[in-house]
């Protein structure tokens, strides 16, 4: 079992940063691709970002590529998003994921954490 928590969510305005942080607990993280979704009130949950289990391979979803990036530090057992250039588009609620594969959709990813909640104002 795995239990993730993420943190770093908060306010920030338009063009601001913010980092997400996902700390993982009751197994190792290395054995796990790790992902980044998030959903918007309204809206289906949506791949943001993807990791390998070495952190080699990364992918991202086209309206944050260039503007966000995943990375990981397994001796940690934590995985990191770090977000500029923030949109009031990017406003949701962020989850980490961990899955047996690499993929952009939810049902491929076994655990799940309870979601940080990112604003961005205009």
């Known amino acids: 079992q795995v239990q993730l928590d993420e943190s770093g969510g908060g306010l920030v305005q338009a063009g601001g940063s913010l980092r997400l942080s996902c700390a993982a607990s009751?197994?190792?993280?290395?054995?796990?691709?790790m992902a980044w979704f998030r959903q918007a009130p309204g809206k289906e949950r949506e791949f943001v970002a993807s990791?390998?289990?070495?952190?080699?391979?990364?992918y991202y979803a086209d309206s944050v590529k260039g503007r966000f990036t995943i990375s990981r530090d397994n001796a940690k057992n934590t995985v990191y998003l770090q977000m500029n250039s923030l949109k009031p588009e990017d406003t949701a609620v962020y989850y980490c994921?961990?899955?047996?594969?690499?993929?952009?959709?939810?049902?491929?990813?076994?655990?799940w954490g309870q979601g940080t909640q990112v604003t961005v104002s205009s």
């Open positions: 994921a961990a899955g047996a594969v690499s993929a952009t959709a939810p049902q491929a990813y076994n655990y």
């Open positions: 009751g197994r190792t993280l290395s054995s796990a691709h």
């Open positions: 990791i390998s289990r070495s952190g080699t391979n990364t």
